[in-house]
Nanobody, 120 residues
C-alpha cells in the first residue's frame, strides 16, 4: 500500500502563498497521474490540479494562473505552489496518486490531507 503524506498547509493572509508537498512511500514513476484535490468545509471534494508522468497538467478554472503543480520523480514527491491565495481557497487539500503499474493499474491512493486557511 502506497502511503502519501501531505505537508505545508497552514494559516496565511489573503494574497499570500503556500507550497504544499506530497511525499510518496514508493516510486511515483509508476503513478500515471499525481493530483491535488481540496474539500472546503461542508462541500464536496474537487480537483485542483493534476499532472501526468509525461508532464501534461490541468487545473481547475479558479486556480489557473495562481497555482502550479509539479512532480519530482526522483524524490517521489508532488508539489502544489499556491500564489495569490484568497479566502475561497480555504479547504483541506489532499494528494492523490493513480497507479498505472501492470499489477496495480486502476488503484488510487490518497493522503490524509493538510488544512489551508486563508484569512482576509
Amino acid at each position: 500500500q502506497v502511503q502519501l503524506v501531505e505537508s505545508g498547509g497552514g494559516l496565511v493572509q489573503a494574497g499570500g502563498s503556500l507550497r504544499l508537498s506530497c511525499a510518496a512511500s514508493e516510486d511515483i514513476l509508476r503513478m500515471c497521474n499525481m493530483a491535488w484535490y481540496r474539500q472546503p468545509l461542508g462541500k464536496q471534494r474537487e480537483l485542483v490540479a493534476a499532472e501526468t508522468t509525461g508532464g501534461y497538467t490541468k487545473y481547475a478554472d479558479d486556480v489557473k494562473g495562481r497555482f502550479t503543480i509539479a512532480r519530482a520523480n526522483a524524490n517521489n514527491a508532488s508539489f502544489l505552489q499556491m500564489n495569490f491565495l484568497s479566502p475561497e481557497d480555504t479547504a483541506v487539500y489532499y494528494c492523490r496518486a493513480d497507479d498505472c503499474s501492470r499489477r496495480l493499474r486502476g488503484r488510487s491512493y490518497w493522503g490524509q490531507g493538510t488544512q489551508v486557511t486563508v484569512f482576509s
